[in-house]
């Protein structure tokens, strides 16, 4: 009798634990998947088919896609104060994490740089693309959706990232700071592909400073916002601090990472 009362309570239980989970998907749904930071040019959000532009300071909620027009740029901030820079001509998706708290951002097309919170303890998430999982055991890398067939490219600054072809079976790198690998569609990943010498990093991070030396440099600052500086420099936008004044982060005169770098 008593071993039965006590599976009827546990059969309760996880009932009402189903019932709770069920009622608050919807809650999850409405929550903001990200805030705006800075802004320069076209950022809009696609609703009904149709561009609505985005403002800084402005939520946008889960599912939503991004869009940056060209030479445009964006950084946005989650709820656990990691840092997603969208640069121009990109679309990428943020998640909410209520239903998978591995899945957070997705890149249909264009180019990401995203810096990982650690701030709490371990920080588990992924990122991906229409060919690539991007598992996330660091905390700053880049992440760059070359084309239609989803070719991938994966950079990393700080920590250590795995990669994964979705598209067909094969080794998973894991990389290290300087390192870099494509993913291409239905090509297995190889330990031999992976570019340990830093080429695309250096030409990613030429790509990045251009567009910060602009933005620094042009008038009223970013977004209107004077001495606002991507990257985390002086002025920049509001955050945790991160790996500030660790050794290893960043090249010399790259800018620092911006807040949410932190290991």
């Known amino acids: 009798m008593l071993r039965r009362s006590t599976l009827s309570r546990i059969v309760r239980a996880l009932l009402t634990a189903a019932t709770l989970v069920v009622s608050l998907a919807p809650a999850w749904a409405q929550q903001p998947a990200a805030t705006l930071l800075v802004q320069n040019g076209q950022v809009s959000v696609l609703k009904d088919g149709n561009q609505m532009a985005l403002s800084i300071g402005q939520s946008i909620k889960a599912n939503q896609i991004v869009v940056t027009g060209e030479g445009s740029y964006a950084k946005f901030q989650v709820a656990d104060g990691s840092i997603f820079e969208v640069f121009e001509k990109s679309q990428v998706t943020f998640h909410d994490r209520g239903g998978s708290w591995k899945d957070l951002l997705n890149v249909w097309i264009g180019h990401v740089k995203v810096y990982i919170q650690h701030l709490y303890g371990p920080n588990p998430t992924s990122v991906t693309s229409p060919t690539a999982v991007i598992s996330v055991r660091g905390t700053v890398f ?27 079976p094969g080794n998973e790198p894991l990389l290290k700071p300087g390192e870099s690998v494509k993913v291409f569609r239905n090509q297995p990943l190889l330990g031999q592909l992976v570019d340990k010498g830093g080429a695309a990093q250096k030409a990613l991070r030429a790509v990045q400073q251009a567009v910060y030396d602009y933005l620094m440099h042009r008038p009223g600052g970013v977004g209107g916002i004077g001495g606002s500086v991507p990257g985390g420099a002086p002025g920049a936008g509001t955050g945790p601090q991160g790996d500030k004044g660790k050794p290893g982060g960043g090249a010399p005169g790259a800018p620092a990472p911006p807040p949410g770098g932190g290991h």
Request: proline share 0%; no cysteine.
């Open 142 to 168: 880049d992440v760059v959706v070359e084309d239609d067939d989803g070719t991938t490219l994966v950079s990393v600054d700080e920590g250590l990232v795995q990669v994964r072809n979705t598209t067909v």
